[in-house]
């Protein structure tokens, strides 16, 4: 038998499109988003009195670090170039006003100091919230049952003045209290600190997605939720004002989070604002994509690095998550 026989049509010339995929080499010429390692931040998570490290079994590869594994974790990120990280801290005890986060000898400052002490050339950002430090597990303090706004202002500010006496680098607003960002920028300011970037997580929506770091920083509520204070996931206005109303209290950099459920809202951040623009890729999109990779069901590597892409091409000049550092040292697989 001999080839089939190939039909041609006579077509008018049309774009040849496929030109320039034909090789790594003319791909890589034409390729229009990059993820530098530099723009990713790590989180870490650090527990009191830990000593050594915890795994968290939601989050396979992520672990609860005791003091001395930060300190060597913090060397190993900023041999890795990483751009940042960002510390969460799990108090040894919990209180209703959540008293241990604004404490300077707390596990958060501490951390700070020893971040800075084992890779100096690191930046660090605190995450600033009260729900881990709160023994109901809500980002403020309650009156009559609800998350009292303006009660929990002062002390947010006070945990951020904790936060950057230790040397934090950035601290990072994530209770989503209205007027929280100038509450912070005072007390900063009032401290001597008028040097301290704010890095708002202004357009924070209340997501399904943050299911394991409520496991990871034993921060969900005991009763009720945050639908209260967080963001409608149908929402995308609303986060444009949240956004211009956290620029206008002085912040310096804002955040879109989850990520991947919230490209549109990244990219109208990018073209809307001069700020610079981050995306938090939370802890709910890494299981699901470890999650699947442990069935083998996924390549674990390219879906990581094509979702970091996504979050670049929407705009976002940094992304904060947990694949930074494994995304670092293997890189993006492109040739
Ligand atoms: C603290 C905070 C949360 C996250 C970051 N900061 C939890 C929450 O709001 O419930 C979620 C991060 C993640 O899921 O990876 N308020």
Redesign the pocket.
């Known amino acids: 038998m001999g080839e089939a026989p190939t039909a041609t049509l006579a077509l008018p010339p049309f774009a040849r499109l496929r030109r320039t995929r034909r090789h790594a080499g003319l791909r890589g010429l034409a390729r229009e988003t990059h993820v530098a390692s530099s723009t990713l931040v790590q989180?870490l998570f650090v527990q009191e009195g830990l000593s050594g490290r915890t795994p968290i079994p939601s989050m396979p590869g992520i672990d609860r670090l005791g003091l001395d594994a930060l300190a060597a974790e913090a060397q190993d990120l900023q041999r890795a170039d990483l751009g940042a990280v960002m510390l969460?801290g799990i108090p040894a005890g919990k209180d209703a006003q959540g008293s241990a986060a604004r404490d300077p000898d707390g596990i958060v400052p501490r951390a700070i100091q020893r971040v800075r002490d084992a890779a100096p050339g690191l930046p660090v950002i605190a995450?600033t919230?009260l729900?881990?430090y709160t023994d109901h597990g809500h980002?403020g303090i309650l009156r009559r049952g609800a998350v009292h706004n303006d009660a929990t202002l002062a002390l947010l500010a006070q945990a951020a003045v904790a936060q950057a006496q230790a040397g934090a680098d950035i601290v990072a607003p994530?209770?989503m209290m209205d007027g929280q960002v100038l509450a912070i920028r005072a007390g900063l300011d009032a401290a001597g600190f008028q040097e301290t970037p704010i890095m708002a997580?202004s357009a924070?929506y209340a997501s399904a997605?943050?299911g394991?770091?409520?496991d990871a920083?034993a921060?969900?509520p005991v009763a009720g939720d945050?639908r209260g204070h967080?963001m409608d996931p149908a929402n995308v206005r609303e986060a444009m004002r949240e956004i211009e109303c956290d620029i206008a209290e002085g912040s310096d950099m804002v955040l879109v989070?989850p990520a991947l459920p919230c490209l549109d809202v990244i990219r109208e951040a990018r073209d809307r604002f001069d700020v610079p623009v981050g995306a938090?890729q939370?802890?709910?999109e890494y299981a699901m994509v470890k999650a699947a990779a442990e069935k083998g069901w996924i390549d674990e590597r390219r879906v990581v690095a094509e979702s970091l892409l996504a979050i670049r091409r929407a705009g976002a000049d940094f992304t904060i998550t947990?694949h930074a550092k494994r995304f670092a040292q293997l890189g993006d697989g492109q040739p």
């Open positions: 989180p969460f995450d919230c729900c881990a980002c994530s209770a997580y924070k997605f943050y394991p770091f409520r920083a921060s969900g945050r967080q989070k938090y939370v802890s709910g947990y």
